[in-house]
């Protein structure tokens, strides 16, 4: 009998494979808008996920008409989906399906700009306060991508009420994080006037909320602000804003102002670049938080790059803190520092430049020798920038010894300079670039690595 009984369920479970397969297959023959309409409620979430990667496509194949009267009906069932994956998906084609829908079947729809005005911007809206954080992620960027439809006149109606309402919401915290970061990005669409009104207020509020989160984005996101609105207004509504946050008791927000410090640096004048903000770049590698001594190191580069733009000459207090990386070897966390140095290198070489190169020189030859190879290696790759940078007597006098030191090294050193060689040596006299094409030929006779050997051959 117990024989019998296993036989007889084997067709039982090929019934039920069949069933599933039956059950979760779709219809292939379908067109793709009709195959929209009958499995956007399928009870298969990966189903629904596929659905909505492809609808942007399938808008494209059904056309601007069906598009409107048949595919966005179904776009609320998606931004209330139980599956996250579906959100998230949708928030990623909310954009290039609004851009469609915009812009219709001759570049222009105005049925299809009230969508992007009724339908796209609620949505991507509602899709910000997402519990789950990629959803509410990849609606920030849809959201910011959407804005850049809507029609200048029109911004104040539709943008920054939606801007106001996230700034003053004051149940969830998140809508505000939201609404400061949405402030700086949106600043080049709204422009100088609107931003001066109606955007610079809320900055300030957000500036000084209870939640530290918001603190932290403002401090993250003031840069494009600055720039819309110019230096002299930068300097005087949101400089103030900026220099509290950089002594703010959590040290979330002063590493997010350190992390900033070059954005703006790049908005305000001359004058607050050299004095008000390079006082508080100190205090940042003084600080009690290592963080936030750490951020201000690494962005030590970009913000002295920030002085070449300016224009206005690079504080040699600066230049000397940016060298003295090259020689800090402390183990932890700050043995990246010689690292951020020499990534930065060919920048802050160019931004002083080479009249003031006896500055730089002792970190450079300090560097060269590094034990960390990720140091050599990235000093190897820029070496061609930087002489061109510094010119043909420094190049033949310094940047030499670190050539002949990295055709020695790693191949993953070497391969460095070995890409970027015809480069290099065109900076050098005819007599100088004799002799290292010469000392390329003996590295082809000793090296074993194929790589370096094909890419000395194809240099030379």
């Not at 050299?274 to 750490?294: A, C, G, H, M, Y």
């Not at 040699?316 to 800090?328: C, E, G, I, R, Y």
Request: contains cysteine; glycine residues 6%.
């Amino acid at each position: 009998m117990l024989g019998t009984r296993g036989l007889e369920e084997e067709p039982f479970e090929e019934d039920d494979d069949e069933f599933l397969f039956n059950e979760y297959s779709i219809d292939d023959t379908l067109d793709s808008i009709t195959r929209l309409e009958r499995y956007h409620g399928s009870d298969f979430s990966l189903q629904r996920m596929v659905l909505v990667r492809d609808i942007t496509d399938t808008a494209h194949e059904a056309g601007h008409e069906q598009t409107l009267k048949r595919l966005l009906p179904l776009l609320p069932a998606f931004v209330n989906d139980a599956e996250p994956a579906v959100r998230q998906e949708l928030a990623q084609q909310m954009y290039p399906l609004a851009e469609f829908v915009c812009n219709g079947s001759d570049g222009n729809s105005e049925d299809g700009y009230q969508e992007v005005l009724n339908s796209f911007l609620p949505f991507s809206i509602e899709l910000l306060s997402d519990r789950n954080s990629e959803v509410g992620s990849a609606a920030v960027e849809a959201l910011f991508k959407v804005c850049t439809l809507v029609r200048p006149e029109q911004f104040e109606a539709h943008v920054l009420s939606v801007i106001q309402q996230l700034a003053h919401d004051e149940r969830v915290e998140d809508y505000r994080v939201v609404a400061a970061e949405l402030c700086n990005e949106l600043a080049p669409l709204l422009g100088k006037e609107l931003c001066l009104a109606k955007i610079v207020p809320e900055v300030q509020q957000l500036a000084d909320d209870q939640g530290f989160s918001v603190r932290k984005t403002v401090a993250a996101h003031l840069g494009k602000l600055c720039k819309t609105i110019g230096p002299e207004e930068a300097v005087a509504k949101i400089f103030p804003l900026y220099e509290t946050l950089s002594k703010d008791m959590i040290w979330g927000v002063r590493k997010a102002c350190a992390e900033s410090i070059a954005n703006i640096s790049e908005a305000v004048t001359p004058d607050v670049r050299q004095n008000k903000l390079t006082d508080i770049f100190k205090s940042f590698l003084e600080d009690i938080s290592r963080w936030v001594r750490v951020a201000a190191s690494m962005n030590l580069g970009p913000y002295l790059f920030t002085f070449g733009e300016g224009p206005g000459p690079c504080p040699a207090s600066l230049v000397n803190l940016f060298t003295k990386m090259a020689f800090d070897t402390e183990n932890g966390t700050e043995a990246d520092y010689p690292e951020f140095c020499a990534y930065n290198f060919p920048a802050v070489a160019k931004t002083i430049g080479r009249e003031r190169w006896n500055e730089l020189e002792a970190a450079y030859l300090q560097m060269i020798k590094a034990l960390q190879w990720k140091v050599r290696k990235t000093l190897s790759y820029s070496l061609h920038e930087t002489a061109k940078i510094v010119g043909r007597e420094i190049t033949e006098n310094v940047l030499t010894q670190a050539f002949e030191l990295f055709l020695g090294d790693l191949d993953d050193v070497r391969l460095g300079c070995l890409r970027n060689v015809k480069e290099f040596l065109e900076v050098m006299g005819p007599e100088k670039r004799e002799y290292y094409i010469q000392a390329m030929c003996k590295v082809i006779e000793s090296v074993e690595s194929w790589r370096v050997r094909m890419v000395i051959g194809g240099a030379l």
